[in-house]
C-alpha cells in the first residue's frame, strides 16, 4: 500500500465528514425558516446556530470513545465507523420533516442528527491525522498531514457550491420547497465512496508494532490527562485560537451576510464557497514550510495576521454589494486558517506518543474546537444584538480567544518538527 494512496483515501473519507457537517452551515438561512417558529427571525438564527453548536459540544465525547477505540482496537476500523456515523446522519438530516408539518419536534431531531454528527466528528479528524502521521516519513509529516488540513475549507465550499448549482439548476419554488434538501441528501452518495476508500487500507506501522510488543495502553483517557496534563492543556489552547477565528471567518460570515447585511443565500453562498476553494493551495504550502521553519511559526502567523485583519474587513463588507469582491475579503478572513489549521493536526498528534496519541491528540483537538469554536456563531451573533452592532462580538469573543492562544503558543507551545515518533 502505497503512501499516495494512504493519503488520498484519508483525505477524501475526511473531506466527505468536513461536507457533511458543513452542510448545515452553508444551508443555515433555510433551517432557520423551516425548522423554526417565524414569529421572531433574529431567535430563529440564533437558536439555528445553537443547534450548530450542539454538534460542537458532544465533539469531545466522540473523541473519548473514538480515541479509545482507535488506541486500543486500531485506527483503521475505528475512522470506518465514523465516516459511516456522519454519512447516515447526515443524510436523514435531508429526510426531517420541517416545523410546520411536526412542529416542535423537526428542532428537537435536527439537534439529535446533528449530535451524531458531532460524536462522529470527534473521533475522524484525530484518527485520520495519525494515521497519515504513522505512515509518513519524519522531515515530510506536516506536508502531508497537510492535506487533511485541507479538507474543512473544501468540505465548505463544495458545500456551498452544491447549494449554488442546485439553486441554480431548479425553480426558485422547488429550491424553496424541497431543493436545500439535496446537499445532504447526496452526502450518502459520497459516504458509500468514502467507504470503499477506506476499506483498502491496512493498519498503521507504529499501532502493529505496540500491539506486538503488548504496550497497548489500557484507558487511553487516563493516560493521556495523567502523563501529558500540559501538552493536554495547550493543546486545548491552541486548537481553541484557531476554532475562534475559523468560525468567524466560516461560520458567523453567513448570519452576517444574510442578516446584518441582506444578502441572498444563494449570492452569501457563492462568495463564501469560492473563496473557501480558492485558498486550498495555501494550506498544502504552509504544510510543506512547517517541515523546514517548524509548526510554531507557521501557526502564530496565522493568529497575528487574524487580529491583524478580522475587524477592518468584517467592517469593510458592509459596504460591498459585489459577490466577487466580498469572495476576495472573505478570502482573506479563510487565508488566515490556512495558517493555523494547517500544522494544528500536526503538532497536537507529535505532542503524544502512539499508545495515546489518537485519544490525546483528538481530545486536546475536540475539546478546543467545541468549547469555543462550536459557540462562536451563536456567541458573536448574540453579543451583536445586545451591543446592538453586529461586529460587538469579533472585538469581544473572536479578539479575546485568540489573543490568549497567541500567549499560550508563545509561552508553552513546544517545537514538534524534529520530534521522532514514539
Do not use: C
Not at 93 to 121: H, K
Amino acid at each position: 500500500m502505497s503512501l499516495r494512496f494512504v493519503v488520498t483515501a484519508s483525505t477524501i473519507g475526511t473531506l466527505i465528514e468536513w461536507y457533511d457537517f458543513f452542510a448545515y452551515a452553508s444551508i443555515s438561512p433555510y433551517i432557520a425558516a423551516k425548522f423554526f417558529p417565524k414569529g421572531d427571525p433574529a431567535a430563529a438564527v440564533i437558536l439555528t446556530w445553537l443547534v450548530f453548536a450542539t454538534g460542537f459540544v458532544v465533539r469531545p465525547l466522540g473523541a473519548a470513545v473514538f480515541g479509545h477505540l482507535g488506541d486500543r482496537v486500531g485506527r483503521k476500523t475505528t475512522f470506518l465507523a465514523t465516516l459511516l456515523l456522519m454519512g447516515t446522519s447526515t443524510f436523514l438530516i435531508g429526510l426531517l420533516p420541517t416545523y410546520d408539518q411536526v412542529g416542535i419536534m423537526a428542532p428537537i431531531l435536527l439537534a439529535a442528527l446533528r449530535i451524531l454528527q458531532g460524536v462522529a466528528l470527534g473521533g475522524e479528524f484525530g484518527g485520520a491525522v495519525t494515521y497519515v502521521l504513522e505512515h509518513a516519513p519524519q522531515d515530510r509529516r506536516a506536508f502531508y498531514a497537510g492535506f487533511l488540513s485541507a479538507t474543512p475549507p473544501l468540505g465548505l465550499g463544495l458545500s456551498s457550491l452544491t447549494l449554488v448549482a442546485t439553486a441554480f439548476t431548479l425553480p426558485k419554488a422547488d429550491f424553496e420547497a424541497w431543493g436545500w434538501r439535496v446537499p445532504f441528501l447526496v452526502s450518502i452518495v459520497l459516504t458509500l465512496f468514502g467507504l470503499w476508500l477506506r476499506l483498502r487500507l491496512a493498519e498503521t506501522p507504529l499501532f502493529e508494532k505496540i500491539k506486538a510488543e503488548g504496550n497497548i495502553s489500557r484507558i487511553p483517557i487516563v493516560e493521556a490527562f495523567a502523563k501529558h496534563p500540559l501538552y493536554m492543556l495547550v493543546g486545548i489552547a491552541v486548537a481553541a485560537g484557531h476554532a475562534v477565528m475559523a468560525y468567524t471567518a466560516t461560520g458567523y460570515i453567513f448570519p452576517y451576510l444574510t442578516n446584518a447585511l441582506k444578502w441572498n443565500p444563494v449570492d452569501a453562498n457563492m462568495a463564501v464557497g469560492a473563496a473557501s476553494i480558492a485558498q486550498l493551495p495555501f494550506y498544502i504550502l504552509n504544510a510543506y514550510m512547517a517541515d523546514r521553519v517548524g509548526r510554531r511559526r507557521i501557526y502564530m502567523a496565522g493568529l497575528v495576521m487574524g487580529l491583524a485583519v478580522f475587524y477592518p474587513i468584517y467592517y469593510a463588507l458592509a459596504g460591498v454589494r459585489s459577490v466577487a469582491l466580498a469572495s476576495l475579503l472573505i478570502f482573506v478572513l479563510i487565508l488566515t486558517t490556512a495558517f493555523t489549521f494547517s500544522v494544528l493536526g500536526t503538532t497536537l498528534a507529535e505532542l503524544f506518543p502512539t499508545r495515546v496519541r489518537y485519544t490525546g491528540m483528538s481530545l486536546a483537538f475536540n475539546i478546543g474546537i467545541g468549547l469555543f469554536g462550536g459557540f462562536t456563531p451563536s456567541i458573536v451573533q448574540t453579543l451583536g444584538v445586545v451591543f446592538n452592532n453586529p461586529l460587538a462580538g469579533v472585538l469581544l469573543y473572536t479578539y479575546a480567544v485568540v489573543a490568549v492562544a497567541l500567549v499560550v503558543a508563545l509561552k508553552w507551545l513546544p517545537e514538534t518538527a524534529q520530534r521522532q515518533l514514539a
